[in-house]
């Protein structure tokens, strides 16, 4: 069975839209646009009618509505076609949730209905700096409130780091600090839309991996908005960023294993090749370390779709299937032999863009603070 549990039928809906993308659109030209590291603005805009820019939201806003399992369903599928297209899709919809979860019903209008009719290739998110990255809380830049007119506005200030599709999006969740004096508590979250004077892209970043995902730095000058682009309370910004990160892991997880089924396929088909006993173990144990590392993704996902509480889930899945995903393509380089420490060979592109899912949405080492954190407030719970 494609995904060890029966799919309901919006689930198979997007499976197979999502496998259509990724087989007749995103792999045949992965290779390339990785060498020449080009975004697919054209395909991300017919993801987005086809509703896989919103696969979580509502109808009502232009989604799928169908669901976490399904979002991790059609992440996998499309990971395995190209995994750098496949990142600008899920960072879309991790702001598009949060928008639907946190935003008010002009939020939900404005940003929504433009990211689910491929309008916008992308929506971004802009939490690290380039001073803070796994301290989230420790941002620098600032949101100052002023009054004019009776009319309240923030002028933001600062630089935000390693953005997905920076330069790209529609529209981008900034975190910034409108109480400088504050940790965690004193972070708003603002949406803001490309184009707003003084927010502006840097050149894009030179990356080993996903070169077909445009990252770039994201820079407020005197950036000014208007108090309704709050998402959320002022002060409660940090919260909104890490629940969308607890469902952008799942994500992560989902490509990450997406990345190591296509690294499999090179390897089986290897092994039909040239049946070499070593290949046969490399197989089998890449095999049952995958197949364990989608369960957890499952579990995470199904709890999210359950409402229920699944931050440590999203963690141990995170750091479970991108560490699995890099043994793997490790192991299909290692399986090809010549061919698979070929420069621009398939497998050692597989290798490159799984290394940077241990760092993004949080590195193998915060998933691991994050999972201990919450074994000991169960203990503490428990006493
Ligand atoms: N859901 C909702 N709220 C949460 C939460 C969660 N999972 N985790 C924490 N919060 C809330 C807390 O309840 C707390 O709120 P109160 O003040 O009301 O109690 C507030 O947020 C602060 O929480 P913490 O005390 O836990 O904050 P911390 O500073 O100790 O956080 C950390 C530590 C968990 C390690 C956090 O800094 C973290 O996750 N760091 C990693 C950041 C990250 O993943 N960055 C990736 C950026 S995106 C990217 O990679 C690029 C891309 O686009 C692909």
Redesign the pocket.
């Known amino acids: 069975m494609y995904s060890m549990l029966q799919l309901n039928d919006l689930q198979e809906n997007v499976l197979q839209r999502a496998l259509q993308f990724s087989d007749e659109l995103l792999a045949p030209e992965a290779a390339e646009r990785d060498q020449t590291e080009s975004f697919a603005a054209d395909h991300l805009k017919s993801m987005g009618r086809a509703g896989l820019l919103g696969v979580n939201v509502s109808q009502e806003y232009g989604g799928l509505g169908a669901g976490v399992v399904a979002y991790a369903v059609g992440v996998r599928a499309l990971a395995q076609g190209c995994a750098g297209t496949t990142?600008a899709m899920m960072?879309t919809n991790m702001v598009a949730e949060a928008i639907e979860k946190f935003g008010s019903e002009a939020h939900k209008k404005q940003y929504l209905t433009h990211l689910c009719s491929g309008k916008w290739p992308a929506a971004g998110?802009c939490?690290?700096e380039p001073g803070s990255?796994?301290?989230?809380?420790s941002m620098k830049a600032t949101a100052i409130k002023e009054l004019d007119d009776e009319q309240i506005s923030y002028r933001l200030n600062g630089t935000k780091a390693?953005?997905?599709s920076g330069g790209e999006a529609g529209v981008y969740l900034v975190t910034a600090k409108t109480d400088p004096s504050q940790?965690?508590?004193g972070v708003s979250a603002f949406l803001i839309p490309s184009g707003t004077e003084g927010f502006n892209p840097t050149a894009p970043e030179k990356k080993v991996g996903l070169r077909t995902s445009k990252t770039t730095q994201m820079v407020l000058e005197d950036c000014v908005i208007d108090a309704d682009a709050l998402l959320g309370e002022e002060g409660r910004g940090?919260?909104v960023m890490?629940?969308a990160?607890?469902g952008g892991r799942i994500g992560v997880s989902a490509q990450a294993v997406g990345v190591a089924d296509a690294a499999l396929k090179l390897m089986r088909r290897q092994y039909d090749l040239r049946q070499d006993s070593e290949l046969g173990r490399l197989i089998a144990q890449s095999q049952a370390e995958r197949d364990a590392a989608w369960l957890l993704c499952l579990r995470a996902a199904s709890l999210k779709d359950q409402g229920k509480r699944l931050?440590q889930q999203a963690s141990m899945s995170k750091v479970y299937c991108t560490e699995m995903a890099g043994r793997v393509t490790q192991r299909a380089v290692r399986g090809l032999g010549s061919a698979g420490h070929q420069a621009h060979g398939e497998a050692e592109r597989l290798m490159r863009d799984v290394r940077v899912m241990r760092i993004?949405?949080?590195t193998s080492e915060?998933q691991r603070?994050?999972i201990a954190r919450e074994e000991l407030k169960k203990h503490r719970s428990a006493r």
């Open positions: 990142v960072v998110f939490l690290s990255g796994s301290d989230a809380a390693w953005v997905t940790g965690a508590r940090f919260s890490m629940n990160l607890d931050t993004y949405e949080g915060i603070f994050v």
